[in-house]
């Protein structure tokens, strides 16, 4: 499986930014798909997930920001950011798990940074 992001870039604070990834390879049998984020001298974190293929999960800091769609024809699942912080600067990962317990696949990350 691969997964490739696109969509990062520089964004004033209180604007938007849509992240995308495609997903190739055997994509049967997936627990979640979603994403993760990674600020500088941060653990990574769940930002917003499908669950077992309709259900969703965000943290807690971006709901009512952000939201998870997904177009399943093209194996794709989007970010749309709206009200962009500062504190959302982060490297985002696009992630799929086959099982609750652990994160089979990662994309190569898009950096996000919101300026002051």
């Known amino acids: 499986v691969q997964l490739v992001e696109s969509g990062g870039g520089v964004v004033q604070a209180g604007g938007s930014l849509r992240l995308s990834c495609a997903a190739s390879?055997?994509?049967?049998?997936?627990?979640?798909m979603g994403w993760y984020r990674e600020a500088p001298g941060r653990s990574r974190e769940l930002v917003a997930v499908?669950?077992?293929?309709?259900?969703?999960e965000y943290a807690g800091s971006v709901k009512g920001r952000f939201t998870i769609s997904r177009d399943n024809a093209k194996n794709a699942v989007y970010l749309q950011m709206n009200s962009l912080r500062p504190e959302d600067t982060a490297v985002y990962y696009c992630?799929?798990?086959?099982?609750?317990?652990?994160?089979?696949?990662w994309g190569q990350g898009t950096l996000v940074t919101v300026s002051s």
């Open positions: 499908f669950i077992n293929g309709s259900n969703t």
């Open positions: 992630a799929m798990k086959r099982h609750w317990y652990e994160v089979n696949y």
């Open positions: 390879g055997s994509t049967s049998s997936v627990y979640a």
